[in-house]
Each structure stands twice: as C-alpha cells, then as structure tokens.
C-alpha cells in the first residue's frame, strides 16, 4: 500500500494514515486503500479490534484539494466518488468490531469526520478538529451530517460547521467529540491499550450492543426493549458469558477487564 500502513498484532489492527507530506491528506489512492483495509478488518475472524491513527503528528487534514480539482468540471465523476466513499465508510461505521480513532494534530474536514465513524476517539493535547468545508464553500461530507449532531447535539454542531472553526483536545473533550485527550508520546499506547481490552470482550455482546447503539436513537423505547430482549438471549448463550460467570465464581481474573487510566 502507497498511502497508508496496515498492521495486524495481538488481534488489533492498526490502519496508519501516510502521506506525511501533505498531513495525510485523502485522495482517491488512500479512498481504495482504506476500502481494502476495512474489507480486511471486517471478513477477518482473527482481527477482533482496529485502530485509526495517522502518521508524523497529524490525523487528517481532509480531501486533498489538489486531487479535488481533477473532477471539477466532471458533477458525475464527483459523485461516483463519493459513492464509492460511501460504500466502505458505511462498512467502518457499522463494523461489528472496536473501532478507536488516535487523533494526533489536525483531524480537518473529511478527516474529522473519519473520526467521528470511530467507536472512541482519543485524542492528543495537541489534536485540532474543524469542520473546516465552509471555508472552501463545501457540506460536511464523510458522514459527519450524521454523525456531528448525534455526538454534540444539534445547535452546537450547527456552530461547529457553520463558523468553521478549530475546536482544540479539551473543548473536544467537554463536547463529547473525545473521550479523552492524553500526551502526544503516550497516544498510540493508550489507543492501543484500549483496543486491546476491547478485543478481549466477547465478540458477539460487542456486536449485539453496538448495532443497537447505531439505531437507537432512530427507534422507540419500546422498539430498543424488544432489541434488548433479542439480543440478551443471543449473549446469554455464548461460550463468553458463560466462561465470565465461571471466572467470577472461582475467583478467577476475567478475560475482558477495561484498561485502567494511568496518570
């Protein structure tokens, strides 16, 4: 791969966006690149968990503008684009799987809303987030419609996109955009330390409880309760539950335990 770097260890993988140069702008080389790592991540049994990270102190500085223009004058070519876009980050969103975004530095327009498809996100203190399309007379695209308001709320994504402005690692954190903001140096072992809990847990509870959070706030109370009673049923008779409960009663250490916070 030319744009990014895909590694596997210990059951997570780690997709590292590379194009250092231009702050990891994406273009239609890394569009394709991540399709086959997602695809990769989701048909793979042995990958119980991903990180998002980019390379050489920055996230994403969005849509390469450059690579943009080749379709300026061609709306169908835009649009076919976009589609494909669309495709696999349908699949990122709805993966069965943890999905941690480690945002270090500027996570701009589409690499905002590559962030925002993450389960998590944990960000440095020196991470940047904008939504920065207004600036170059363009929409949030890369789901961040869907995803900004659902997070921060109506009103204050409003803000968010309209004012196009820079939201720093502590505001990010009071506004829900990330869980947490950590040092520079001590990110990719924190986002690692997480996803590697995470892929301890047992992987049919994660996928039931994660397609239930994806629709919940699109159903009623009662739609969500009947989910409930489904998927309790289906988690209740998995090896996981019952090797858990087995732990518990022999006083046993448990396989899943959340990473304790250092400070």
């Known amino acids: 791969m030319e744009t990014i770097r895909f ?28 399709a086959e790592a997602v695809a990769t991540v989701r048909d793979d049994d ?6 998002i990270t980019g390379a050489a102190g920055a996230f994403c500085a969005g849509g390469d503008i450059k690579a943009m223009l080749a379709n300026r ?11 494909f876009h669309h495709r696999w980050l349908e699949q990122l969103v709805h993966l069965d799987k943890p999905v941690i975004a480690a945002v270090d530095g500027a996570a701009f327009g589409a690499g905002f809303g590559l962030a925002l498809a993450a389960d998590l996100v944990i960000a440095s203190t020196r991470a940047k987030f904008s939504m920065a399309f207004m600036k170059i007379g363009l929409v949030p695209d890369f789901g961040a ?3 900004l308001p659902r997070i921060v709320g109506l009103q204050r994504a409003k803000e968010i996109i309209y004012s196009a402005r820079t939201v720093a690692a502590d505001e990010a954190v009071s506004l829900g955009i990330a869980l947490e903001a950590v040092e520079a140096e001590a990110l990719p072992d924190r986002a690692r330390a997480i996803a590697t809990s995470l892929a301890a847990a047992s992987p049919t509870a994660f996928m039931l409880s994660k397609r239930a959070l ?3 706030q699109l159903n009623d109370f009662r739609t969500m309760l009947d989910m409930e009673l489904t998927s309790q049923s289906v988690a209740f008779a ?16 448990p396989a899943f335990e959340w990473p304790a916070r250092e400070d």
């Open 73 to 83: 004058d061609d709306p169908a070519a835009r649009q076919a684009r976009m589609r």
């Open 214 to 216: 994806n629709v919940s």
């Open 7 to 34: 590694d596997v260890a210990a059951g997570v993988a780690t997709i590292t966006l590379d194009r250092p140069q231009q702050k990891n702008a994406i273009n239609g080389a890394m569009t394709g690149e991540l």
């Open 46 to 51: 042995n990958i119980r968990a991903l990180v």
């Open 145 to 147: 419609l869907y995803t």
């Open 238 to 253: 998995t090896p996981e539950h019952g090797d858990a409960v087995d732990a518990f009663l022999d006083k046993r250490p």
